[in-house]
T-cell receptor, first 114, second 113 residues
Framework: KAGVTQTPRYLIKTRGQQVTLSCSPI?????VSWYQQTPGQGLQFLFE???????NKGNFPGRFSGRQFSNSRSEMNVSTLELGDSALYLC?????????????FGPGTRLTVL | GDSVTQMEGPVTLSEEAFLTINCTYT??????LFWYVQYPGEGLQLLLK?????DKGSNKGFEATYRKETTSFHLEKGSVQVSDSAVYFC????????????FGQGTRLTINP
């Protein structure tokens, strides 16, 4: 079974631009979560989507948004990029009814904001 | 709010040494506890998990026991290998409905031959 895939793997943008990152979950998984990883703040939860609905949200500004499609693929968007948005963005998927909240992570998208 | 605290890194050991990475948590109720590992240039991989008090998670020679009384989930391995060099994250999840992991800050482990 293929793992979680994320595209693109690397991205360079300039301040003020916007960016869209994509995540394809493991087949059959309906929950997709997004995390931001930075050296200073570590791993922080952004949001989670389940069956096309945002089910949980972390403490990030409204510039960070996401959506999920009917095939469970998810995108996250960051508008008006700031230097501090440079990070590794990880998505994770999990199966419905998973008892232990086990999440499977993709390799991440490395975003650099110049 | 919920939080996870790991021992400060980096940790450097010689091959075949004993490893302990401390992890304590703050959360109400009975969270599920996890150890994830991140190899250079890769995403996170689940190493082991425990879902209730006194459960022991184990995988690839690593072990961790869910201690409710000390709110701890320390990671141990009896004999480390060079291939164990990575960053290790302790994490918790409170709700079985919503998938949200709260991570510790990570501990970078380097094993020298």
């Amino acid at each position: 079974k293929a793992g979680v895939t994320q595209t693109p793997r690397y991205l360079i943008k300039t301040r003020g631009q916007q960016v869209t990152l994509s995540c394809s979950p493991i087949s059959g998984h309906r929950s997709v979560s997004w995390y931001q990883q930075t050296p200073g703040q570590g791993l922080q939860f952004l949001f989670e989507y389940f069956s096309e609905t945002q089910r949980n949200k972390g403490n990030f500004p409204g510039r960070f948004s996401g959506r999920q499609f009917s095939n469970s693929r998810s995108e996250m968007n960051v508008s008006t990029l700031e230097l501090g948005d440079s990070a590794l963005y990880l998505c994770a998927s999990s199966a419905p009814g998973t008892a232990y909240n086990e999440q499977f992570f993709g390799p991440g998208t490395r975003l650099t904001v110049l | 709010g919920d939080s996870v605290t790991q021992m400060e890194g980096p940790v450097t050991l010689s091959e075949e040494a004993f490893l302990t990475i401390n992890c304590t948590y703050t959360a109400t109720g009975y969270p599920s506890l996890f150890w994830y590992v991140q190899y250079p240039g890769e995403g996170l991989q689940l190493l082991l998990k425990a879902t209730k008090a006194d459960d022991k998670g184990s995988n690839k020679g690593f072990e961790a026991t869910y201690r409710k009384e000390t709110t701890s989930f320390h990671l141990e391995k009896g004999s480390v290998q060079v291939s164990d060099s990575a960053v290790y994250f302790c994490a918790l999840s409170r709700s079985q409905g919503a998938q949200k992991l709260v991570f510790g800050q990570g501990t970078r482990l380097t094993i020298n031959p």
